[in-house]
């Protein structure tokens, strides 16, 4: 709808300007009423003159708030697309620079070049890295990016009004830009953009399944379903994935099959991505730090390869590797001492939890490995190992539940006071495993011995079962 407006011919090398935008608003999906309002956009290049003379202002700048990969960059491309105009990008953290000047000149360089290849939309990636309130940041980088962003207000106000040149920056943070930015005249439209709900979601995969071999059964509704809370950034992923798939398979057609599979690898993939708080890699390293230093006083534990806290795929936590005797392991040869010693390492996080954060500050990071305990005792007492039953393994009668439970925590009982009372011994160790993983958040076997070395390790005298 609406006369194109000719985009000018820049004969210029430009740094900032983008060559051969062509996203349309049909390759936005899942926008729902959103789309009116950046229509609307499109029509101040389109209609300008009809704006202008019935006296309505058009606004400077256009804020597009939201979670990133939400397509707020494609939308602005789709804006400059639609309304056939240049456009220009940059990314505010290329403003931040150490040499006071060069940020503010790089803002001049970018809107001098937009409005000699006017009408031009020029977009500016994540706001709040130059837009951050001023004087919330001391010291010359703050200076710096003061100088920034008033550059910026001077280039906006520049511009007010014009309709030839209309600024739209995204930023996931509006609530922390500094209010001389969103002051009237400059960034005085703020168009949310959430993340897709379940038809949006249904919307955006078959967009990106346009230009795709898609088999004609494709179950969308079920992707979108497996896929609550993803982005169209993340979506989008999930069918080129589901595309390599294919391919792989030497198979013709993308089925719901490929899609799904590519929906847990990128799910998966977003767990691992998953930012932890200081406090968190704490946490997790205090776990396995344990049960590394609880092992290492064991013969058949202390071959301990690595230990490792950033997560992984299929492990949320961390993971201590030990080398076992895996002939023994799976023979059933396991002497009872040894299963004592794994059932203490076991119970290790547990205890250190106990230790390092107080007995009314317990979380349940260690429930995993203390099921496992649970488990290893039950064996034990099954197996005619412990002491009171020793050689006594009849135990499936039904009515001795009772007795196996009452042995089996005895023996967990030991063992848990035996962690503890080695992690006790060997507090300064256990810092300082700990404080490693933090930093390095992985420790191998030679890193581990040189810090016993520098730390010495206390080895408790094995107590009688
Ligand atoms: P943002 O700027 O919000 O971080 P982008 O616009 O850079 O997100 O999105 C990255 C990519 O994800 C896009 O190029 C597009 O392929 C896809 N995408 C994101 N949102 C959508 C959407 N609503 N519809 C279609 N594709 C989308």
Redesign the pocket.
Known sequence: SGARVRRAQNTKLSQYLERGVD?KFT?????GKIRLELEEIVKFFTHGEIYRRRGVKIPGGIL?C????????????AVAGEAGVNFFSISASQFVEIYVGVGASRVRALYQEARECAPSVVFI?ELDAVGRERGLIKGSGGQERDATLNQLLVCLDGFEGRGNVITIA?TNRPDILDPALVRPGRFDRKIF?PK?GLI?RV??LK??ARKKPMAEDVDYAAVATMTDGM???????IVEVAAINMMRDGRTEITTDDLLQAAQIEERGMLDKKERSLEIWKQVAINEAAMAVVAINFPDLKNIEFINIAPRAGRELGYVRVKMDHIKFKEGLLSRQSLLDHITVQLAPRAADEIWHGEDQLSTIWAETSDNARSAARTLVLGGLSDKYYGVSNFWVADRIDEIDTEAFRILNMCYGRAKEILEGNRKLMDAVVDTLVEKKSLNKQELIDLVELHGCIRPAPPSV
């Not at 939201?66 to 491309?77: Q, W």
């Not at 982005?231 to 992923?237: K, R, W, Y």
């Open positions: 996203v390759d936005v999906a899942g926008l597009l939201g979670p990133p990969g939400v397509g707020k960059t494609l939308l602005a491309k990636d995204s953009i897709p949006g919307e955006i967009v990106h982005v169209g950034a993340e979506l989008a992923n």
